[in-house]
């Protein structure tokens, strides 16, 4: 690899990406759908700001109908993550956090299922 590819790789992973969606997925491929999902996406006119590398673009270049993008500025990627784990924390301490207990392992369902069923 050259050194002006390797500058401008670097370059690239600094900068930030907002990703608008403007049109509906509902009649779309369904890949499409998914794309717009792990873009973060979930309805027309919701934006996020994703990194600038090579995966996100190749999304983006899967789904280029249904958004637009746009340059962010490194304080608006800062201010999503903190929203996004104020966010993840509220949903977990709603949830009852890790001391919430498990669902019984399978056997042991499939265990009292071979129990009611005569033999």
């Known amino acids: 690899m050259s050194a002006a590819k390797a500058g401008e790789s670097a370059h ?3 900068g930030h990406l907002r990703v608008t969606q403007v049109r509906s997925g509902i009649s779309t491929k369904p890949k499409h759908r998914a794309t717009l999902r792990a873009l ?3 309805g027309v006119g919701r934006s996020r700001v ?3 590398r090579p995966d996100v673009r190749g999304m983006i ?3 280029p109908h249904l958004v637009t993008v746009g340059p962010a500025a490194p304080e608006e990627a800062a ?3 903190e929203r996004s ?3 993840r924390r509220a949903r977990r301490a709603s949830e009852g956090g890790a001391s919430a207990p498990a669902d019984p392992p399978a056997p ?5 299922r071979a129990e009611k069923e005569p033999v």
């Not at 042991?108 to 009292?112: F, G, I, M, S, V």
Request: proline share 4%; net charge positive.
């Open 85 to 87: 784990e104020l966010a």
């Open 79 to 81: 201010d999503q993550r």
């Open 108 to 112: 042991a369902k499939r265990a009292r």
């Open 50 to 52: 994703l990194p600038d």
């Open 12 to 14: 690239a992973s600094e």
């Open 40 to 42: 973060g996406l979930r």
């Open 61 to 63: 270049a899967r789904v």
